[in-house]
């Protein structure tokens, strides 16, 4: 069966350090994979999208990376501050499909 | 900056009655999407539309739940009769040219 897996337990990490969060998936053939940002009673909001064929996209202190071989992507935020704490998921379209399907988040706690 | 509307932001019915969940894409986007995301979870597609035409409700429970986009701009989310199980945050979500998704802000359900 299809699966797309992120870590269930929240991430702690302290201000000033690198998150990284990572995006497992099973039984997919992805075009794209998609990061969205969701705080507390708010709908997410779009981050980076990566193709099938890049390996790795940045934008600011974000950085995602694609390995179609591990079947994963890692996503990190450098220099993390307290205002990046809320739930990250991830979101892969398959190919020949048009919808998108998103992991369950997980959630990431920076303290100060 | 556009933004996807959705109304009510809250409602709370109880069961075996109707509700309704408005949404007003950004203007131009052809594609609409309502997401039903329970707590804990990540959103989960209920029907996709291009322009007025439904692409995707496989996961729609059509005994239930109804979705409508008449003029291919603004949308209507129907349950009747609503259960305890479909309290849930429903959120709308809108892309144009590009595969970026633009949520709204939710409409959080309670059926009690």
């Known amino acids: 069966s299809q699966k797309i897996e992120q870590n269930s337990e929240a991430l702690n990490i302290q201000e000033g350090k690198t998150a990284t969060l990572t995006c497992n998936y099973t039984?997919?053939?992805?075009?794209?994979l998609q990061w969205y940002r969701q705080d507390p009673g708010r709908g997410p909001v779009f981050l980076l999208l990566i193709r099938e064929n890049e390996k790795e996209k940045r934008k600011e202190r974000l950085k995602v990376t694609f390995d179609t071989t591990l079947k994963q992507s890692l996503f990190h935020i450098t220099a993390s501050q307290p205002a990046d704490s809320a739930t990250y998921l991830c979101a892969l379209q398959n190919s020949g499909y048009s919808t998108l399907t998103f992991g369950k988040g997980t959630m990431l706690l920076v303290s100060p | 900056e556009a933004e996807v509307a959705q109304s009510p932001r809250y409602k709370i019915t109880e069961k075996s009655q109707a509700v309704a969940f408005w949404c007003d894409p950004i203007s131009g986007h052809a594609t609409l999407y309502w997401y039903r995301q329970i707590l804990g979870q990540g959103p989960e597609l209920l029907v996709q539309f291009q322009d007025e035409s439904v692409v995707d409700d496989s996961q729609l429970p059509k005994d239930r739940f109804s979705a409508e986009r008449l003029k291919g701009v603004d949308s209507t989310l129907k349950i009747q009769p609503a259960e305890l199980g479909d309290s849930a945050m429903y959120l709308c979500?809108?892309?144009?040219?590009?595969?970026?998704?633009?949520f709204g802000p939710g409409t959080r359900l309670t059926v009690l």
């Open positions: 979500a809108s892309s144009g040219q590009t595969d970026t998704q633009y």
């Open positions: 039984n997919y053939s992805p075009a794209y």
